[in-house]
């Protein structure tokens, strides 16, 4: 027995796809803007470092050599990467625009969004409350 979906359900699936999507891509931008701990690393540093382990490289034994090799390898491809930035206001912009929809069916609280790290002011503008959507 062949069953079709009404278009309702086909565009109700194509909504919760969309707002997936947009939940998830700003989730992620989120995750890649998040500070890491410790300093910075500038390309400065960068070259210092690198140039530190051209010295070491001299007197390394052949098991400092490697790491010292790869350690070199690591920061030149960290050196010639683009610097990976995301424009997080057009994701949050698409996040805004169904936070509440994806919320209410998906059963996410103020809370939840809080404790991944969606800021206070961002859940305010969607009309995501402390006491619910």
């Known amino acids: 027995?062949?069953?079709h979906m009404s278009d309702e359900h086909?565009?109700?699936n194509a909504k919760a796809r969309s707002e997936n999507?947009?939940?998830s891509a700003y989730l992620e931008g989120l995750e890649s803007n998040r500070p890491r701990?410790?300093?910075r690393r500038t390309a400065e540093s960068i070259r210092k470092r690198i140039e530190a382990i051209g010295e070491a490289l001299?007197?390394?034994t052949p098991i400092r050599r490697v790491q010292l090799v790869q350690e070199r390898i690591d920061l030149e491809r960290a050196l010639s990467a683009p610097a990976e930035?995301?424009?997080i206001s057009e994701l949050e912009d698409a996040f805004v625009a169904v936070a509440v929809s994806y919320s209410g069916r998906k059963g996410i609280t103020y809370a939840a969004w809080r404790e991944?790290?969606?800021p206070a002011a961002t859940l305010k503008r969607a009309g995501i409350s402390r006491g619910g959507a």
Do not use: L
């Open 1 to 3: 027995m062949v069953r």
């Open 10 to 12: 086909k565009a109700a």
């Open 21 to 23: 999507r947009a939940v």
């Open 37 to 39: 701990p410790g300093r």
């Open 58 to 60: 001299e007197s390394a």
């Open 85 to 87: 930035t995301v424009d």
């Open 116 to 118: 991944v790290g969606v």
